[in-house]
């Protein structure tokens, strides 16, 4: 993760990968105009909406904080 401090917030360093959705939303599916192409478990993630990220970032978010990961003073 990398401080943004004109956003304030933190940023994943790497894109999101399709493994690391998943343990999210296991469920999510790759569209077939993608399989093949960006449905391998390292690929990039995709179509996902802002609905969809925001609450991946707060499951993270708790996550991490409940694993002690989270900087004092960002809780």
Not at 3 to 19: A, F, M, P, Q
Request: include cysteine.
């Amino acid at each position: 993760m990398v401080w943004i401090s004109d956003l304030g917030c933190w940023v994943s360093k790497y894109e999101l990968t399709n493994r690391q959705y998943r343990r999210y939303d296991p469920t999510k599916q790759t569209s077939p105009g993608y399989v093949g192409l960006l449905d391998g478990p390292e690929q990039p993630v995709v179509e996902v909406n802002y609905v969809e990220a925001v609450a991946f970032c707060q499951w993270l978010t708790e996550r991490e904080r409940s694993s002690g990961r989270v900087p004092p003073g960002f809780q």
